[in-house]
């Protein structure tokens, strides 16, 4: 499904139908004076936002979707204390390869350059190297066409291997620059490795002659929906 920009055409438009067209239903997050225009964004959009007092808690709650329902957990904060405020958050997420998207805002990208002066509000020039600390991926859209590409990238990466938390900051004056109103989105592939025959018959031939046979499972049955499976194997082992 191809991304289009709400009735404005703004980046932070187009960045909101991209997450509507790869299926996020709930964000977490607080508004703050940078990230604004993707939270006007999402006032009339089908995902629904859910304001937390903290950004912690917006990290929080969306790893905690992310564990439950095995799909991705997302979170926009804003610039500087609000981005450090969630790096507990994501770094437990990062321990517990939980798929989380963190947004957040960055200061304005001539002042990042350096061209315009520094004592931005909320500079924070390091936040990429703070939470390229407790994610997966840390990157940066430069321009506002790449801010797609930037999400669509981070997000393969957070469904990849053993998956894990990302993060990417968009220097907050791209949000409102104009683009395509039809621009297009990459789709998001999230392959599944398929079960390795081999093994799964050397499973069944252990578990068939277990005395007292233990089931440990964990966020990998979610991830890969099988939930269902792993209830008629623990009926078969009684």
């Not at 790869?22 to 006032?43: S, T």
């Not at 109103?181 to 277990?210: E, N, Q």
Request: glycine share 10%.
């Amino acid at each position: 499904m191809a991304a289009t920009a709400r009735g404005s055409g703004t980046a932070a438009g187009v960045l909101v139908s991209y997450l509507e067209s790869i299926g996020v239903e709930v964000i977490f997050g607080i508004a703050g004076v940078h990230n604004l225009a993707i939270f006007d964004a999402l006032r009339t959009s089908s995902i629904r936002t859910i304001v937390t007092r903290h950004e912690q808690s917006a990290a929080y709650g969306a790893d905690g979707y992310a564990r439950v329902t095995g799909k991705l957990g997302v979170c926009i904060v804003t610039t500087g204390p609000g981005v450090a405020n969630t790096a507990a958050a994501i770094g437990e997420a990062r321990a517990s390869r939980s798929p989380v998207l963190e947004i957040a805002t960055q200061i304005d990208s001539r002042a990042l350059a350096g061209k315009s002066g520094r004592g931005s509000l909320h500079e924070s020039p390091d936040q990429l190297a703070l939470m390229g600390a407790v994610t997966v991926s840390a990157s940066r859209a430069r321009t506002a066409s790449e801010i797609v590409p930037a999400i669509a990238r981070a997000v393969r990466a957070a469904f990849s291997g053993r998956r894990g938390p990302v993060f990417v900051e968009i220097p907050y004056d791209l949000l409102e620059q104009q683009l395509p109103k039809a621009a297009t989105s990459p789709r998001l592939p999230l392959p599944r490795k398929a079960p390795d025959d081999a093994t799964i018959t050397k499973a069944v031939s252990l578990l068939s002659r277990a005395r007292r046979p233990v089931i440990w499972a964990g966020g990998g049955v979610i991830a890969s929906g099988g939930s269902d499976a792993l209830v008629q194997v623990a009926e078969a082992l009684d």
